[in-house]
């Protein structure tokens, strides 16, 4: 195992319902949401303590040598000011330079090292930062693959990669710059607050007396721009959504003439970005200039009340020299965490997002109750009184649905847009449960098997061809990973794909785009069931597999389909009737129901639903 994997956290494990895709924190929200995700970051740490222990030793350590400069300065002016004084009086040999270059080169000396461990500090975080970016991304990456379908319906695909890219990014930027700051601001605080004690108490309550100030402004404006921030994170995944989306569609785009309407719209959400980004970083930037003046009233009344110490005789110049230095090593931190208090509020609000993400409902896998590999699997499969509804019980898609499907046949789903084919083959494959019901495999109720396990049984071949950024060989390679290129050529063949793979530049080992650029709609379908054929499932399901290939490959396809069915139970989907007359059993689907089943022949005898619509189809054909 690697050093990176040892180092990474268990899964997120789901903290309830899902939040949803809309904005995080109102009201009592933000305190819950920014513990919740306060927690959940030290979890993520929580294998770099020891590391981060180091981190605060040497950042302890860099802050007390650094600090100790202003005191030991204060030995050379004192020097300076009384071999003046010697010089004027001619009380003694004057200013002691000698002296003076012993303290100037341990001043060096404990500057030296400082930025030394400072160094060492940024050197570890920065490598902890790192590991913890590589983590939220495995994470992220094992969460998509752990959410329920529904999911993906409700949130755009701009707004999960805005979490796994801009949000991630700038939780990591945060903890390798502000984790190590605000440990160096604490111990200096700490620090410099004991120095300036032995210096003068008195000068020192009126330094205190400024701090409640300086916290009440700071947290003033951080209360009125995290609201802002939150939203700018928000936006901004809006935004990628949109381009995202407008991206993928540009050729739809460009076709129906919609361009100034799309342009119309990202300006509509990027006013929105802007207007949050400008409020929340308009206010984040009042905190320097704020803090400034804060500070300079500060050293105002620390020099009108040292002169008055410094004239009394209680105080010497060389110590208020260094406690004036100290004053600005005192309000420094205070400065510093108001300088990146933007950076800190946008690290809320990405940690809030991306642990909102992490904390979402998955899909519950189960326990297992029968095992595929252990049972002889012939593919006779039974629906019993099925419901279901995308939107739960009260919205039916399936109202009441039972067939039996016996091992080895071919089985049509036809009806029309809307009636529930898809949604059919998709709970047969357990994208979602059942409402009510039951469907079984070999009299296995599917719930018995782990989707993983069961899904292995299963083909799919969709209407929309999805390919992936890899040569056609590995493409193909998908439906069984361990194939071979021998295998994979005769899958190709039988997918009628082989020929025009050879016409390619490249051939095999052609590279393909996400978007398939190089080769047609149909040439990418006949792709697909060749990954199909490939996997050599037991339960094969096409839906509308052959809508994107012309009529003469439509045919040589439906030679392929037929020898890849034959001894398989499968699920074809399609609206051209004309190609699946040889099925074993047709289902008319009507409205979530089954209103016919039989074969074509005897479907066409009961001049009923079927008769109509195959009727349909064919005096259309006849029309055009």
């Not at 342009?263 to 704020?290: C, H, I, R």
């Not at 209407?463 to 998908?478: G, H, S, V």
């Not at 080769?519 to 499932?537: E, F, H, K, N």
Request: charged share 20%; glycine share 10%; hydrophobic share 45%.
């Amino acid at each position: 195992m690697s050093e990176r994997e040892k180092n990474r956290p268990a899964p997120m494990r789901p903290h309830g319902p899902h939040p949803g895709p809309g904005p995080m924190g109102a009201g009592g929200e933000k305190a819950e949401n920014f513990k919740r995700s306060g927690r959940e970051l030290l979890r993520y740490l929580k294998p770099f303590r020891g590391l981060l222990v180091l981190v605060m030793l040497f950042a302890a350590v860099s802050t007390v040598f650094s600090i100790l400069g202003p005191k030991v300065l204060a030995l050379a002016t004192d020097e300076l000011a009384a071999g003046l004084m010697r010089t004027i009086t001619g009380a003694g040999e004057g200013i002691d330079f000698g002296y003076i270059g012993k303290v100037l080169l341990a001043l060096g000396g404990l500057y030296l090292v400082s930025a030394g461990f400072s160094y060492l500090q940024g050197h570890i975080m920065a490598g902890v930062s790192t590991q913890v970016y590589y983590n939220l991304r495995g994470a992220i990456t094992h969460k998509i693959n752990c959410l329920p379908l529904s999911y993906f319906h409700k949130t755009t695909q701009g707004e999960v990669l805005s979490r796994m890219t801009n949000d991630v990014d700038a939780l990591s930027n945060s903890l390798s710059q502000s984790i190590t700051q605000v440990i160096t601001s604490v111990c200096t605080m700490v620090g410099v607050l004991v120095l300036m004690l032995t210096i003068s108490w008195q000068l020192t309550l009126v330094v205190l007396a400024m701090l409640p100030v300086s916290l009440g402004l700071v947290l003033g404006i951080v209360k009125v721009s995290q609201r802002h921030f939150r939203g700018q994170q928000e936006y901004l995944g809006q935004v990628n959504g949109q381009v995202e989306e407008m991206y993928g569609g540009h050729l739809v785009l460009k076709a129906f003439g919609r361009e100034q309407q799309a342009t119309a719209d990202f300006d509509k959400e990027n006013e929105k970005l802007y207007e949050a980004g400008w409020k929340a970083n308009f206010l984040s930037g009042l905190m320097q200039p704020v803090m400034g003046f804060v500070g300079n009233l500060g050293y105002v009344a620390v020099c009108v009340a040292g002169a008055a110490m410094a004239a009394g005789g209680s105080m010497t110049i060389g110590g208020i020299q260094a406690f004036i230095q100290y004053v600005r090593s005192f309000t420094q931190p205070v400065t510093q965490l108001a300088n990146i208090s933007s950076q800190l509020q946008m690290t809320v609000a990405a940690a809030e997002r991306i642990f909102a993400f992490l904390g979402g409902e998955e899909e519950y896998p189960g326990e297992a109750r029968a095992i595929l590999a252990q049972e002889d699997i012939e593919g006779a499969i039974a629906f019993s009184h099925v419901r279901f509804g995308y939107n739960g019980p009260q919205e039916p898609v399936i109202k009441d649905f039972s067939a039996v499907v016996k091992a080895g046949q071919k089985v049509a789903i036809v009806g029309p847009t809307g009636a529930g084919k898809t949604t059919l083959v998709k709970l047969l494959m357990r994208f979602y449960d059942l409402d009510g019901g039951e469907i079984t495999l070999d009299g296995h109720p599917v719930t018995d098997f782990t989707r993983e396990d069961l899904r292995t049984e299963f083909g799919m071949v969709l209407q929309d061809a999805w390919l992936y950024n890899a040569t056609i060989m590995e493409n193909i390679r998908y439906g069984r990973l361990g194939a071979t290129d021998e295998e994979v050529v005769e899958a190709a063949k039988a997918a009628q794909a082989d020929h025009f793979i050879r016409t390619l530049p490249g051939g095999y080992q052609m590279v393909l785009s996400e978007d398939g650029e190089g080769v047609s709609q149909g040439q990418r379908q006949l792709l697909t069931i060749a990954r199909a054929i490939l996997a050599d499932p037991r339960v094969m399901i096409l839906d509308e597999a052959t809508s994107s290939v012309d009529t003469r490959t439509e045919v040589l396809l439906q030679r392929a389909m037929d020898n890849l069915m034959e001894g398989r139970t499968s699920f074809v989907i399609a609206h051209r009737l004309s190609t699946i007359r040889n099925a074993d059993l047709i289902l008319c689907m009507k409205d979530g129901d089954i209103v016919e089943q039989g074969t074509h022949d005897q479907l066409m005898a009961q001049n009923g639903f079927y008769a109509e619509l195959y009727r349909s189809q064919f005096e259309g054909a006849q029309a055009s």
